[in-house]
C-alpha cells in the first residue's frame, strides 16, 4: 500500500519539474502565433522524454548508478568532461531564467523591480537544499507545483473547439512564417528532453532505494508523471492559442502571458498567473540547482546525496552553492528571463546528440542493465533519437538567428 501511495504522489509530483519557464514560454508563444498547430510537437517531446526517463531509471535502479556516473565508467572520463561541461553551462543559464521567472512572478504581485529579488529567492532555494531531505524537495515542492493545473483549468473554461484542437496533434506545415515555426518546435522539443532532468530522475532513483521489483513503479512514474506535466503544457499552449493568437499578442514577455488568464478568472488572473509562474520556476530552481551538485560529484567520484549529513558530502555541497551562487549573479545582472530561457533550449538541443547517444550504449550493456537491456523497438527508437538530435543541433542556432 505505501509503494502505491508513493507512485501516486510520484507521478503526481513529476509536474514540479516538468512545468516550468522553458515549458511555458515555449508554449506560450506556439499557441499565440500558431494557434494549436504545435501540439503535436508537445506530445512527441513527451513520449521522448518519458522513453528516456524510464532507461534512465531502469539503469540507476539495476546499477546504482545515476547516468553521469555511468557514462563516467562507460566512456571514460575525457569523454564524459565534454557533455558536463555542455551541461553545465546550460544549468547556469536555465537557472538564472528560472530564478529570473521567480522575481517577475513576485514582481507581478508587488510590482517591485525583478532584480530586487534575486539575491532573496537564490538564498530560499540554498536553505531548502541545506536544510531538505529529498523526501520534502521531490514530494512537498512538487506538491506545491499543482498550481499549474489552472492552465488545464483555463483551457477548459474557454471551451476550445474540441475539432480544432485534435488537428493540432497531426504536424502540418504552417501557411506563414515556417522558420518561426520550425524554431518554436525545436524549442518545445529542447525545453521537454532537458539533460538535467534525466540525471535528476536517475539519481533520485537512486536516492530512494529502488530496487530491481520496484521497476514497475519506475515504468509508471516516467509514463503517467510526464503525461500529467504534459498535459499542463498543452493546456498553457491551448489557453493562449484562444486567448492571445485572436488578439495577435506574440509573447515577448511573461507580463504578456499573464494576459491568457483573463477571459477565465477576471480579476484573479494575474494573481493565479504569477503563482503558477512562480511555483514552477521554483521546483525546477531547486532541481537544477540539486543536479549541479549530482552531475559534478558523480563525475568526479565525490560522495554524493541530498539525504547525508552535509558533513559527509562536503564537495557535494559545495558544487550546488557554488553553481546556485553564479547563476544568481548572472541573473541580478538584469538578462531578460524570456529570452535567456529560449537561449538555454537552443543550447540544449544542441547537445542532443551528446545525451541521447551514450542511451544507445548502456542500455545494451550487461554489466549496468544485465537482462533489462532495450529491446529492437527501444534501440530502433535510440538510433532514430541521435540521428535526428544530430539534425536538428545542427539547425537550431541558424534558426534562432532567423526565426528565434
Not at 103 to 121: C, D, E, N, S
Not at 164 to 175: H, L, N
Not at 245 to 251: D, F, N, T
Not at 327 to 335: D, E, H, P, R
Request: glycine share 10%; hydrophobic share 55%.
Amino acid at each position: 500500500m505505501k509503494k502505491i501511495f508513493n507512485l501516486l504522489l510520484g507521478v503526481v509530483t513529476s509536474i514540479g519539474g516538468f512545468v516550468e519557464a522553458g515549458s511555458i514560454s515555449t508554449a506560450a508563444q506556439g499557441g499565440a502565433e500558431f494557434g494549436f498547430a504545435l501540439l503535436w510537437a508537445i506530445a512527441v517531446a513527451t513520449i521522448i522524454l518519458a522513453m528516456l526517463a524510464e532507461m534512465a531509471g531502469r539503469g540507476a535502479t539495476v546499477s546504482k548508478q545515476s547516468m553521469a556516473a555511468a557514462v563516467r565508467q562507460r566512456f571514460g572520463f575525457h569523454y564524459q568532461m565534454i557533455p558536463l561541461g555542455a551541461e553545465l553551462i546550460i544549468d547556469l543559464l536555465l537557472l538564472a531564467a528560472e530564478i529570473g521567472g521567480i522575481a517577475v512572478a513576485i514582481r507581478l504581485l508587488t510590482g517591485a523591480g525583478f532584480q530586487w529579488w534575486v539575491l532573496p529567492i537564490g538564498l530560499v532555494v540554498w536553505l531548502v537544499l541545506w536544510f531538505g531531505n529529498f523526501t520534502i524537495i521531490e514530494d512537498g515542492v512538487g506538491l506545491l507545483g499543482m498550481i499549474t493545473v489552472s492552465f488545464i483549468v483555463a483551457a477548459w473554461q474557454l471551451h476550445p473547439e474540441p475539432k480544432a484542437v485534435a488537428t493540432g496533434f497531426i504536424p502540418s506545415i504552417p501557411d506563414h512564417d515556417l522558420t518561426r515555426y520550425a524554431f518554436l518546435t525545436v524549442s518545445i522539443v529542447g525545453a521537454t528532453v532537458s539533460p538535467y532532468l534525466l540525471n535528476f530522475y536517475s539519481s533520485g532513483a537512486i536516492e530512494e532505494k529502488w530496487t530491481e521489483p520496484d521497476l514497475w513503479i519506475n515504468r509508471t512514474t516516467s509514463y503517467l508523471g510526464m503525461g500529467f506535466g504534459s498535459i499542463v503544457s498543452m493546456g498553457v499552449l491551448v489557453t493562449s492559442a484562444v486567448v492571445l493568437g485572436p488578439l495577435q499578442i506574440r509573447v515577448d514577455s511573461y507580463e504578456q502571458a499573464a494576459l491568457m488568464f483573463v477571459p477565465a478568472f477576471g480579476r484573479w488572473a494575474v494573481t493565479l498567473f504569477a503563482c503558477a509562474l512562480g511555483v514552477g520556476c521554483f521546483g525546477a530552481a531547486i532541481e537544477i540547482t540539486l543536479n549541479a551538485g549530482y552531475v559534478l560529484s558523480q563525475s568526479f567520484g565525490w560522495p554524493w546525496g541530498i539525504d547525508k549529513a552535509r558533513r559527509d558530502a562536503t564537495r557535494f555541497c559545495t558544487a550546488f552553492t557554488v553553481v546556485l551562487l553564479l547563476s544568481v549573479l548572472i541573473a541580478v545582472v538584469g538578462f531578460d528571463p524570456l529570452q535567456m530561457t529560449l537561449i538555454s533550449v537552443a543550447l540544449t538541443v544542441v547537445i542532443m546528440p551528446l545525451v541521447v547517444l551514450p542511451f544507445l550504449v548502456l542500455m545494451n550493456d550487461h554489466q549496468y542493465v544485465k537482462q533489462h537491456k532495450a529491446g529492437p523497438l527501444a534501440n530502433g527508437f535510440l538510433a532514430a533519437l541521435t540521428i535526428v538530435g544530430a539534425l536538428m543541433a545542427l539547425v537550431v542556432i541558424p534558426l534562432e538567428i532567423f526565426g528565434g
